[in-house]
């Protein structure tokens, strides 16, 4: 723990070797011009509005050859109301027949001829706005934020044409000002950027741009002047929603509840209006996310959680608002650290756990229900930006019957959720200081449900950034931050006893389960120095999750009692030769331990790559480590050793503008104690015609795992592993799985988007063993006592023939999936939409832990489907 805790520290400090200064271009200003009557948005730029000379914009090559001269010039107006701000784009091109128009629909990129704009209407030169009109005529838009990372999460209500023509491509684009944010003012100043994508060359064309080498984005805009007399809108965007659902879904034979189908009509609408010149606010109420994608199907066999990340529109929207970390610095790394997440939108609306309750036949619903949900972004106090969101979920009931008898069983409190995220930037973005604060409080009807989760739970961040030189070349991150649960006793002890904390662990030293705690306080945090600028690559962290800190409620984390520092360092080279057109090779050093100071996954690891001058690249990779101490293969138990282990593998692709885009990913591990993994997933993405795209994503894993737990048992003669039994299992898990989507876009606003994954996985358990003693990785095979494994059967019994507690078991498993969607798209008019979706799920499970693909396939086959048929019509209010 002190070796790590000095290396990190000295990895802090190398502040010495500062990068050059580099070369700003003051850019001239823009002007836009005020335009008198109504534009029509048809991409033609006939109206003589858009006669005159265009803004002095002058485009430079930022990729391939940065700096050199554009292929084809650009021309650009920009125009404006009271209402609107109009930017209408000549893109120039000697070849027009070779642009490249695929068809596809909205915010999806098909690597077509693009153009952007990007606005910066706060101008505080770190934040803004961008968007992309394709040859197509295909819309993306999104968000800037952190003077150079984007959110294409927002979803903006403009419009945008775009037409071909015998001197190459016009695009046309209307921005409302309520889609804008901008202080109040007589005359107004917006840092303004704009950008061609040649796809056929795969040449970035810009008006300002980030040099290799360099961070900085936003701050390099010029700016956009001219607008006067207008006003931020303060228009009241209204969607109201209606929806049914057919459901057909699997069910028992006499079950009241389902007789295998149902019709569930629905309703509800979301709201979106300035609160003064500086606030967003958007509110939902009953919102349906019937069209988003299905998550895939997993098979976890261990004690993590799957994180699954957020789809639903209102949460993903203005994402990046909540972020909280990752402030200052281009880049993160992270080696064994899980980390913390402090706010996962995914726990709001999550499946209710279920409450105590016997039934023969129960109702449960799928997810609880989110009665209403707002965010208010922005900013406030002059230049402090603002997150805010709320969100109250239903309290939910569960219909059952019980010996012939009806009644109702609460599985689910109602529940209010508070996320409060602020960030201030100083001496123009030199440093930066935030704050977030997550509130999740429930009230409960039915006592059984206070055993099961949490009373409350309050945590709070503090985060910033610093830069150590003028040149911002290095930069030093970090957050610090605090939980809270409150709750009974039985809920805290559980809390303490689960798989993020295991505090029971019988050779703990100083961290053990109180049994009479009603709150629990923990406390985290992770502290950064990134090299931002030149051809040196350096970056080091060092992090700490306290054993009682827990983020759970609203957040995301795997495990606590954990401290974890890494150093990288490495070499790039940006600048395009004869045959690449970027490399860079990277090594670390990493290590953890835990807050008793065992040390934990030590090892060392080189990476990097090349991306040739076709535009395929190679990135392989490789790291060992070291033997070292395991606190969590007993789950709970002592300690044990892990052995020294070995992991490679090799990311690839091709040219992503080719009509057929190859890659592979692909690796495997070899552990001193004969484990092994492989894992082998390539994939291809045709565009058999300029509207349709398929990606085909098959998967292969093979793992042979040697400690595969299986479970504990108490057994006061098993002194050297503290009155238990620890018992694992060697497993060879086989895994097939494909990712299948197909995009078809019939016009910008109407397409057909599907989604696919079979999967099938099979686990076969043998040679059963029990753990000798602690802090070791000895084994012997279990004997006649307890617990005992049965060859004949297959079967393990943990607590031997004459135990109580448990049932002789064989966990081998076959299992069988087969789920995915479809959503007709179609935007009828601007931000109003329709969506025709069906959803399929069907799965099948058997004892049989022999991988057989033939009969596997027959079995899903077999298997009955449950489905979803779901129409919602959304219309677009602007009041």
């Known amino acids: 723990m002190k070796t790590l805790c000095l290396a990190a520290l000295f990895a802090l400090g190398p502040t010495a070797a500062l990068a050059a200064d580099s070369l700003t271009i003051a850019l001239p200003d823009l002007h836009a011009r005020r335009v008198a009557g109504a534009l029509k948005i048809d991409g033609e730029l006939s109206e003589a509005a858009w006669v005159g000379e265009p803004v002095p914009a002058r485009f430079i090559q930022s990729d391939p050859v940065q700096a050199a001269e554009p292929s084809f010039p650009t021309e650009v107006h920009v125009l404006y109301d009271d209402n609107a701000l109009y930017v209408g784009a000549r893109m120039r091109d000697a070849n027009p027949d070779s642009i490249v128009a695929r068809l596809c629909r909205r915010d999806e990129n098909a690597r077509s001829d693009e153009f952007t704009l990007y606005l910066d209407p706060y101008h505080d030169r770190r934040s803004g706005y961008w968007f992309v009109i394709s040859a197509a005529g295909t819309l993306r838009d999104g968000i800037l934020y952190n003077d150079g990372w984007d959110d294409n999460s927002w979803d903006g209500v403009w419009q945008g044409r775009a037409r071909i023509d015998s001197t190459g491509w016009t695009a046309e684009m209307r921005i409302p000002y309520s889609q804008l944010r901008f202080k109040k003012s007589d005359q107004y100043r917006w840092g303004v950027n704009f950008r061609r994508y040649v796809a056929r060359r795969n040449e970035y064309d810009m008006v300002a741009y980030t040099p290799r080498k360099e961070s900085g984005f936003v701050s390099r805009f010029p700016d956009l002047v001219g607008i006067e007399s207008v006003s931020p809108a303060r228009a009241i965007q209204v969607t109201p929603y209606v929806t049914t659902r057919g459901e057909f879904l699997q069910h028992a034979p006499g079950d009241p509840f389902n007789d295998g189908s149902r019709y569930v009509p629905e309703m509800g609408g979301d709201l979106k209006t300035a609160v003064g010149s500086k606030l967003t606010l958007n509110a939902s109420v009953n ?73 023969d036949y129960a109702d449960v619903p799928h997810g609880t229900s989110i009665l209403g949900a707002a965010k208010l972004t922005g900013k406030i106090a002059g230049d402090w930006n603002l997150g805010v969101m709320q969100a109250f979920t239903a309290r939910e009931r569960a219909d059952i019957v019980f010996g012939g008898t009806r009644s109702r069983a609460e599985v689910e409190p109602f529940s209010s959720y508070s996320v409060v995220r602020t960030q201030k930037e100083f001496q ?111 970056n080091s962290a060092v992090g700490f999750i306290n054993p009682l800190f827990d983020t759970n409620d609203m957040g995301f984390m795997s ?43 030590p090892g060392v690891w080189m990476g990097g790559g090349v991306e040739l001058k076709n535009y395929w690249s190679f990135w392989p990779r490789a790291s060992f480590n070291f033997r070292s101490v395991n606190n969590r293969l007993t789950r709970g138990g002592p300690l044990t050793i892990s052995p020294s282990r070995w992991d490679c593998g090799i990311y690839m692709d091709t040219d992503g503008r080719k009509p057929l885009f190859y890659s592979l990913d692909a690796g495997g591990s070899r552990s001193r104690s004969k484990g092994w993994s492989v894992y082998f997933y390539p994939a291809v993405q045709w565009k058999p015609a300029a509207n349709l795209q398929v990606n085909l994503g098959p998967g ?105 507690n448990y049932s002789p078991y064989n966990p081998d498993f076959r299992f069988v999936s087969l789920r995915g969607n479809a959503v007709l798209r179609w935007e009828y008019m601007p931000g109003s939409t329709l969506f025709l979706v069906w959803t399929q799920d069907r799965s099948a499970s058997e004892g049989d832990g022999e991988f057989d693909i033939g009969p596997s396939f027959s079995r899903l086959a077999d298997a009955r489907p449950n489905n979803i048929f779901l129409a919602k019509l959304t219309y677009y209010l602007n009041l």
Not at 481 to 496: C, D, F, K, W
């Open 559 to 601: 495990r606590s009692d954990w401290i974890n520092a890494h150093v990288v360092a490495g070499r790039q080279w940006t600048e395009p030769d004869a045959w690449k057109r970027y490399a860079d090779v990277k090594t670390a050093l990493f290590g953890s331990t835990d807050f008793d100071g065992n040390l934990i996954n």
């Open 700 to 804: 292969f894993e093979r793992v042979h795992q040697n400690s595969q737990w299986v479970g504990s048992v108490g057994d006061a003669g098993a002194t050297q592993t503290f009155g238990n039994r620890y018992v694992f299992s060697a497993l060879d898990q086989t895994t097939v799985s494909a990712n299948i989507r197909a995009n078809w876009a019939f016009t910008p606003n109407l397409s057909l988007q599907f989604f696919g994954q079979p999967l099938i996985s099979s686990g076969n358990y043998f040679d059963y063993k029990q753990l000798v003693r602690a802090r070791s990785y000895d084994w012997e095979p279990l004997g006649s006592g307890a617990p005992t494994y049965d060859p004949t059967t297959d079967q393990v019994d943990l607590d031997g023939p004459s135990g109580t």
């Open 428 to 538: 123009e973005g030199r440093q930066g200081l935030g704050s977030i604060t997550t509130v999740a409080a429930r009230s409960f009807d039915d006592p059984s449900l206070r055993n099961a989760l949490n009373q409350n739970s309050v945590v709070l961040g503090l985060d910033g950034w610093t830069f150590l030189d003028k040149n911002r070349a290095w930069v030093v991150t970090g957050w610090t931050g605090m939980s809270r649960l409150t709750g009974e006793a039985e809920r805290m002890t559980a809390i303490q006893r689960g798989s993020v904390h295991y505090l029971q662990r019988p050779d703990a030293e100083r961290w053990h389960v109180d049994p009479s705690a009603t709150s629990l306080t923990g406390y985290a945090g992770r502290f950064t120095v990134n090299k931002q600028k030149g051809s040196t690559i350096f």
């Open 287 to 359: 919102p349906d996310f019937g069209q988003v994608e299905v998550d895939p199907a997993v098979v976890n066999l261990t004690d993590v959680e799957t994180f699954f990340p957020e789809k639903r529109p209102f949460f993903v929207e203005g994402s990046s608002n909540y972020n909280f970390g990752e402030g200052g610095a281009n880049s993160y790394w992270g080696f064994n650290w899980g980390g913390a997440t402090l706010f996962y939108s995914r726990r709001i609306g999550r499946a209710p756990v279920g409450g105590s309750y016997n039934a």
